[in-house]
């Protein structure tokens, strides 16, 4: 069973610097994308540290910040930085901010993460909207949680938002692709014969990350969407060793792409 977190300091220091109406939107953004952030009218900035709830433990690019704020006229709250399950943390652990979040009040959540391409659509610096997922870490953040936890995912993501999604970018110049990501536990890249194995699955992209994150938010009922940057091909498919240092390089490119990503959002999910 779950150790009982203590929300109740974050969520006062959110209030404290935030005011306690609900939010309207809370983004994670994944690695090498913490700097979409800079685009936020910040109201409150705190460490991951300054509070029990979070787990500790940090990962290059990832800053382990909370930060709230307006974006586009929308109450937002960013964490810059997550946690995964190859640092040691079980899926509830790493599904954390999404509790924190819904304790905020927060309806809408936006998941953004890192991903190697397995699609041959899906080139270093594009974005992909997830449609779907396949769990293959190991592990689910509901395990040994309260209430209804045979919850059903058929409707997780909100694929609906993704067509004028897809024509607003293309109208700013930007391919938005879609499709289904695979999760899986990490550290190691997967191997080549991992990879076209997920193919053959039906995956188009290969993370460590999101999937808990997006089970959690599915628990609560939160409407959920999920953007996929894509930092290099998954193992096999380029002639490069596959490298962390790499992944946080292209992630300038994403930034810039996610700041419009995040504009045409707030227009179109509050529609």
């Given at each position: 069973m779950h150790h009982?977190?203590?929300?109740?300091?974050?969520?006062?220091?959110?209030?404290?610097?935030?005011?306690?109406?609900?939010?309207?939107l809370a983004i994670i953004l994944g690695s090498g994308l913490g700097a979409a952030a800079e685009h936020v009218a910040v109201t409150g900035l705190?460490?991951?540290r300054d509070f029990d709830c979070f787990p500790r433990g940090a990962v290059a690019g990832h800053a382990g910040r909370l930060v709230a704020g307006t974006l586009?006229?929308?109450?937002?709250?960013?964490?810059?930085?997550?946690?995964?399950?190859?640092?040691?943390?079980?899926?509830?652990?790493?599904?954390?901010?999404?509790?924190?979040?819904?304790?905020?009040?927060?309806?809408?959540?936006?998941?953004?993460?890192?991903?190697?391409?397995?699609?041959?659509?899906?080139?270093?610096?594009?974005?992909?909207f997830v449609q779907d997922h396949i769990n293959l870490s190991g592990d689910n953040?509901?395990?040994g949680m309260p209430g209804d936890i045979f919850i059903d995912l058929c409707h997780l993501y909100r694929g609906d938002l993704y067509p004028d999604l897809h024509q607003q970018a293309l109208a700013r110049g930007?391919?938005?692709?879609?499709?289904?990501?695979?999760?899986?536990a990490g550290p190691s890249y997967e191997t080549p014969a991992e990879v076209r194995a997920l193919g053959r699955l039906g995956a188009d992209a290969v993370s460590m990350s999101l999937v808990a994150e997006a089970i959690m938010a599915g628990y609560f009922g939160m409407e959920l969407v999920g953007l996929s940057f894509v930092t290099n091909r998954?193992?096999?498919?380029?002639?490069?060793?596959?490298?962390?240092?790499?992944?946080?390089?292209?992630?300038?490119?994403?930034?810039?792409?996610?700041?419009?990503?995040?504009e045409l959002l707030c227009r179109l999910w509050w529609r």
């Open positions: 009982e977190e203590n929300l109740a300091s974050a969520v006062a220091a959110v209030h404290s610097g935030f005011g306690d109406e609900p939010l309207d705190w460490d991951y586009h006229g929308r109450r937002v709250l960013l964490f810059q930085g997550r946690f995964h399950l190859y640092q040691g943390f079980s899926a509830w652990q790493s599904a954390m901010p999404v509790r924190l979040a819904h304790a905020l009040g927060c309806r809408r959540l936006l998941l953004t993460n890192a991903v190697g391409g397995i699609h041959s659509d899906l080139q270093p610096g594009r974005f992909m953040p509901l395990r930007m391919t938005l692709y879609q499709g289904v990501l695979a999760a899986v998954a193992a096999g498919l380029a002639t490069r060793t596959l490298r962390h240092d790499d992944v946080l390089a292209v992630g300038q490119t994403g930034v810039r792409q996610l700041a419009v990503l995040l």
